[in-house]
């Protein structure tokens, strides 16, 4: 993990064009190689950012006397996050060692481990392969297969918002690679969905699943019946 405080310039060049003005912030690189930017505000997210797959190269800046360095970083669709840093305050590097991962307390554990138990819920004949089946991004909640064999990312919150969707879609293009398990679909599943994550979900191909958590601990085990 790399950490620079600077005062610095932002252009997003992509799909659409984004500039953020010089000002301090903070750029944060990950050992995945995602670059993100803070601000002193603004809660949890960042102002801008690039996830991986992507590669940062770091060129000086142009005309005689200039002394900023302009970070791009580029993704594989061509993407580019151009920052230009012109005054660094402090730079600094740690090495944080592999994460445990989120352990997950109270109801959306309770959500994770009664749906694992009762996959079936889902659809007829789905299975459970994994519980927290781990990707280089995190954990994924429940890794299925569904009655046709197709293979399901489930994630599952207790609210479902648009940060959770977010979450999956991240998963699926990771997992989407993997020759073993793609084609890989989505089911995002939560005690209540926000209108505007369901939106996002369903025009993501993912589906969407309001589970009934009373009904779930009301449910007999399977693996407890004798026939």
Same mark, same amino acid.
């Given at each position: 993990?790399?950490?620079?405080?600077?005062?610095?310039?932002?252009?997003?060049?992509?799909?659409?064009?984004?500039?953020?003005?010089?000002?301090?912030?903070?750029?944060?690189?990950?050992?995945?190689?995602?670059?993100?930017?803070?601000?002193?505000?603004?809660?949890?997210?960042?102002?801008?950012?690039?996830?991986?797959?992507?590669?940062?190269?770091?060129?000086?800046?142009?005309?005689?006397?200039?002394?900023?360095?302009?970070?791009?970083?580029?993704?594989?669709?061509?993407?580019?996050?151009?920052?230009?840093?012109?005054?660094?305050?402090?730079?600094?590097?740690?090495?944080?060692?592999?994460?445990?991962?989120?352990?997950?307390?109270?109801?959306?554990?309770?959500?994770?481990?009664?749906?694992?138990?009762?996959?079936?819920?889902?659809?007829?004949?789905?299975?459970?392969?994994?519980?927290?089946?781990?990707? &280089?991004?995190?954990?994924? $909640?429940? !890794?299925?297969?569904?009655?046709? @064999? =197709?293979?399901? /990312?489930? +994630? *599952? #919150?207790?609210?479902?918002?648009?940060?959770?969707?977010?979450?999956?879609?991240?998963?699926? &293009?990771?997992?989407?690679? $993997?020759? !073993?398990?793609?084609?890989?679909? @989505? =089911?995002?599943? /939560?005690? +209540? *969905? #926000?209108?505007?994550?369901?939106?996002?979900?369903?025009?993501?191909?993912?589906?969407?699943?309001?589970?009934?958590?009373?009904?779930? !601990?009301?449910?007999?085990?399977?693996?407890?019946?004798?026939?």
């Amino acid at each position: 993990m790399r950490i620079v405080i600077a005062r610095c310039t932002v252009n997003y060049v992509g799909r659409l064009r984004a500039y953020l003005p010089a000002a301090d912030r903070v750029i944060m690189v990950k050992g995945d190689g995602s670059v993100l930017i803070h601000s002193d505000g603004g809660s949890y997210k960042p102002l801008n950012w690039m996830s991986p797959p992507c590669t940062t190269r770091i060129e000086p800046g142009v005309g005689a006397g200039n002394t900023d360095s302009i970070w791009v970083v580029e993704n594989k669709a061509g993407e580019q996050l151009q920052i230009t840093v012109h005054e660094i305050y402090l730079d600094t590097e740690h090495d944080l060692g592999v994460d445990p991962g989120l352990q997950k307390d109270g109801v959306e554990a309770q959500l994770q481990a009664l749906l694992a138990t009762h996959v079936g819920v889902l659809g007829p004949d789905w299975t459970l392969i994994r519980r927290e089946y781990p990707t &280089a991004i995190g954990p994924v $909640d429940l !890794l299925c297969r569904d009655g046709t @064999g =197709v293979t399901v /990312a489930v +994630e *599952i #919150k207790r609210r479902g918002d648009i940060d959770g969707v977010e979450q999956l879609t991240r998963y699926l &293009a990771l997992l989407n690679r $993997d020759p !073993l398990l793609a084609p890989v679909h @989505g =089911v995002f599943a /939560a005690q +209540e *969905i #926000k209108p505007q994550a369901r939106t996002l979900a369903e025009d993501r191909g993912i589906r969407c699943v309001v589970l009934d958590y009373e009904g779930l !601990l009301g449910t007999a085990d399977p693996s407890l019946r004798l026939f």
